[in-house]
């Protein structure tokens, strides 16, 4: 059993950055792949990053690629999102969630624990 409590979201202007953090209670956090999604009103969840239990392979969305980036402390049972060059259309809330698996993957059904989420409003 996983528990992930998300945060670090706020409100900050267009071309700034915001560090999002995902704490996990549970010895077992490092033997878990932690992926980032994000839902914006009126639209689906959406795939952000994901990184490998072991932190070494990470992964990123086609739209956040070269401005996010995913990394993980397993000696604090936290992951980070660092997120630079915040646009507008990031705007949503963002959850952290946990696959039993190794390696990362991009598939929402592969997660079987998601944090509480955390708001991002990037202001024009």
């Known amino acids: 059993q996983v528990q992930l409590v998300d945060s670090g979201g706020g409100l900050v202007q267009a071309g700034g950055s915001l560090r999002l953090s995902c704490a996990a209670s549970g010895r077992t956090f490092s033997t878990y792949a932690i992926g980032w999604f994000r839902q914006a009103p009126g639209k689906e969840r959406e795939f952000v990053a994901a990184i490998s239990a072991s932190g070494g392979y990470t992964y990123y969305a086609d739209s956040v690629k070269g401005r996010f980036t995913i990394s993980r402390d397993n000696a604090k049972n936290t992951v980070y999102l660092q997120t630079n060059s915040l646009k507008p259309e990031d705007t949503a809330v963002y959850y952290c969630?946990?696959?039993?698996?190794?390696?990362?993957?991009?598939?929402?059904?592969?997660?079987?624990?998601w944090g509480q989420g955390t708001q991002v409003t990037v202001s024009s």
């Open positions: 969630a946990a696959a039993p698996r190794r390696s990362a993957t991009t598939t929402p059904g592969a997660y079987s624990y």
